[in-house]
């Protein structure tokens, strides 16, 4: 099976614009979770979809979105770029959402975005 | 905040000898796993063990959990320079979002 995919690989924007990020998960994968990986912060949750529904959402700020289509790959949004956003952006599947992480996420690569 | 937090931030040992870190969490879990990153194969699930489990083995890796104690360590046996990486731990919260520890960073010298 192919891998969890993610476009881009990086990206560089300027302070105040949008970006729209795009994930692929594995065949079969219904639930697609975003993180944001800073060296300060570490591995932050920002938002679980499955079934094209949101399931849960970390603690961050309105400017951070996401959706999620019928074949369940998922984009996420983020609007009014700050220069604390610059970070890697992690997009992970698997086969449930919940149950209190009994499911094992695969990880794509990542997105590395530099707002400058 | 976070739910994992783990222990020592970072190690270096040489090839060969054996790699132990600790994660400790903060309130009830129903399971903790483990991750690997590695600049080659990016974030990689290693094991997942759960609350009514002590011990499991994978290959090389060992993982225990003491719920009493809110910790589990992970041991890599017989290390290799592959083995290099930051390896997280991870649980669920009470909303079921996996939260994340920091981070040790595991240096292999050949």
């Known amino acids: 099976k192919a891998g969890v995919t993610q476009t881009p690989r990086y990206l560089i924007k300027t302070r105040g614009q949008q970006v729209t990020l795009s994930c692929s998960p594995i065949?079969?994968?219904?639930?697609v979770s975003w993180y944001q990986q800073t060296p300060g912060q570490g591995l932050q949750f920002l938002f679980e979809y499955f079934s094209e529904t949101q399931r849960n959402k970390g603690n961050f700020p309105g400017r951070f979105s996401g959706r999620q289509f019928s074949n369940s790959r998922s984009e996420m949004n983020v609007s009014t770029l700050e220069l604390g956003d610059s970070a890697l952006y992690l997009c992970a599947s698997s086969l449930g959402f919940g149950s209190g992480g009994s499911y094992e996420q695969y990880f794509g690569p990542g997105t590395r975005l530099t707002v400058t | 905040s976070q739910q994992g937090e783990e222990d020592p931030q970072a190690l270096s040992i040489q090839e060969g000898e054996n790699a132990t870190m600790n994660c400790s969490y903060k309130?009830?879990?129903?399971?903790l796993q483990w991750y690997r990153q590695n600049s080659g194969r990016g974030l990689v699930h290693l094991i997942l063990?759960?609350?009514n489990e002590r011990e499991k083995h994978s290959g090389r890796l060992r993982v225990t959990l003491d719920t009493s104690k809110k910790s589990s360590s992970l041991l890599i046996t017989a290390s290799r320079a592959a083995d290099t990486a930051s390896y997280f731990c991870?649980?669920?919260?009470?909303?079921?979002?996996?939260?994340w520890g920091a981070g040790t960073k595991l240096i292999i010298k050949p």
């Open positions: 991870a649980t669920a919260d009470s909303n079921y979002q996996l939260i």
């Open positions: 063990i759960r609350s």
């Open positions: 065949s079969g994968h219904r639930s």
């Open positions: 309130t009830s879990i129903n399971n």
